[in-house]
């Protein structure tokens, strides 16, 4: 995991997630209309919105798709929205993700690889649309003990939505934490598994990056 560019800290607080956002938010809107004028450039979120027109963000990605959008994301999730996540998934969600949620439940990307962070009645195992990935994985592990993550990728935590460019997933591993109240994130892609002791310090370090 590369160090952060700059020296903003981890978010924590709900206040600490707004500001975050905002900077990438500006960062994200600062370059948008040139590559809405780039024609060359899949810029993403259309599946999404086809897929779910009727949820808030699906509004913010075909804002986004013309360009008239100021704000990236959307009103945050209740605690009973969360709380009936965790229930469908069978999991507690960490403390950074659902801070995370409180301020915006979901948030467009436009333009990165990763594209989509889905609001929360949207997120899912990886197994459950991705069974070819896991299965190609899981044949590539040696010691499943020692690859436990890649091995069990089916029930790591989709929190990204289907990308258009590459093959990058964010991904929350609910059955292995590295630090208190929180669980241990990853950066999948067909090239490699990224690691990050939480969601906050990869959205962190994801926030400071161009890509």
């Known amino acids: ?9 981890v978010p924590v607080s ?5 500001g975050l956002l905002s900077r990438l938010n500006r960062q994200l809107l600062s370059t948008l209309n040139e590559r809405l004028s780039q024609s060359h450039v899949d810029m993403g979120l259309q599946p999404f919105a086809d897929q779910y027109p009727d949820n ?9 798709l013309t360009g008239a ?3 990236c994301g959307v009103p945050g999730a ?3 929205a969360i709380a009936d996540a965790e229930n469908r998934l069978g999991v507690r969600l960490p403390k950074s993700y659902r801070n995370f949620l409180k301020v915006s439940n979901g948030f467009v990307m436009p333009g990165r690889f990763v594209d989509i962070l889905l609001p929360v009645e949207l997120i899912r195992p990886f197994g459950q649309d991705n069974e070819e990935i896991v299965q190609i994985r899981r044949e590539l592990v040696e010691d499943p003990e ?6 069990h990728l089916d ?3 989709q929190v990204t939505g289907t990308p258009q460019m590459g093959d ?3 991904l929350l591993d609910t059955h292995h934490s590295s630090t208190p109240n929180e669980c241990d994130a990853h950066v999948y892609s067909r090239v490699d598994i990224d690691w990050f002791a939480s969601f906050a310090h990869l959205m962190l370090e994801k926030s400071e990056s161009s890509l």
């Not at 020692?146 to 091995?151: A, G, L, N, T, V």
Request: charged letters at 30%; hydrophobic letters at 40%.
């Open 168 to 170: 990058d997933f964010f």
């Open 78 to 80: 209740s605690e009973e």
């Open 69 to 71: 959008i100021d704000w």
């Open 155 to 157: 029930r790591a935590i």
């Open 14 to 18: 709900t206040n600490d997630w707004l």
């Open 56 to 64: 808030p963000l699906a509004e913010v990605a075909r804002c986004a």
């Open 1 to 9: 995991m590369n160090p952060p560019k700059n020296h903003h800290e």
């Open 146 to 151: 020692e690859e436990i993550f890649q091995y």
